[in-house]
């Protein structure tokens, strides 16, 4: 009988400070209709921390580096457009200056300081804003010495021109401690890349985890 009252007087605290909350709403002047406007959050999936994100053939932008490790210059160029980057099938996109521009050519990439015969997640951002059809770009990319794209289309994966897409990996470093990403021509015209993103290494056994989430309000996007 005790449990029964008990709950029943719980059931009217929570009656009674719904009442005064919406008292107090309407006190302010606002409608249910204003109510239903207002911002909502939502979790929303974060990437994890990297050890480098880097911008191919630009300048550092947010959380990205500038270009770095570059090696085989002479042989590629920096190419760039001023149109809006659509990521819709990219989960985690770089910033829209790291789509906008991007290191075109035959040219490779070390990255150092990693834990010698650790294993690292990679992941190679592209979007693809010279080409206007399918079959007009086609190269390789090799890391550490295996080719993990074969004659890569970025206009075909992405679905058309001004499109994100990413393609990710893994590779162990070497003994002393670096990544090679090798860049080179296939059946079409050369090799690009946008941006260039190395994730921390995964224990044995182990696979990648991006359950952090942040806090986000609808109604701006913007990070709370």
Do not use: C
């Not at 911008?55 to 042989?75: P, V």
């Not at 809006?84 to 521009?101: E, W």
């Not at 296939?186 to 806090?215: F, H, K, M, R």
């Amino acid at each position: 009988m005790r449990e029964r009252e008990n709950s029943m007087n719980t059931r009217r605290v929570a009656v009674q400070a719904l009442l005064v909350a919406a008292a107090t709403i309407e006190a302010f002047g606002l409608s249910q209709a204003m109510i239903a406007q207002l911002p909502t959050a939502t979790f929303l999936p974060m990437p994890v921390p990297a050890v480098l994100r880097m911008h191919a053939g630009g300048a550092a932008s947010g959380f990205w580096a500038a270009e770095t490790g570059l090696s085989n210059s002479s042989s590629s160029s920096v190419v760039s457009t001023g149109t809006f980057i659509n990521t819709t099938l990219d989960p985690f996109p770089a910033p829209q200056a790291v789509y906008q521009t991007a290191r075109s050519g035959v040219f490779t990439y070390t990255v150092s300081s990693l834990i010698p015969g650790a294993t690292y997640p990679v992941k190679l951002h592209f979007a693809e804003f010279q080409k206007t059809a399918v079959g007009q770009r086609s190269f390789n990319v090799a890391i550490n010495g295996t080719q993990v794209l074969s004659n890569f289309d970025i206009f075909a994966a992405a679905g058309g021109e001004f499109m994100a897409v990413e393609r990710a990996f893994t590779t162990t470093a070497t003994s002393s401690g670096t990544i090679t990403l090798q860049f080179s021509d296939g059946a079409a015209d050369s090799a690009l890349v946008n941006g260039i993103e190395i994730l921390p290494p995964l224990g044995s056994g182990a696979t990648l985890n991006t359950g952090i989430y942040a806090l986000t309000a609808k109604a701006t996007g913007l990070n709370l």
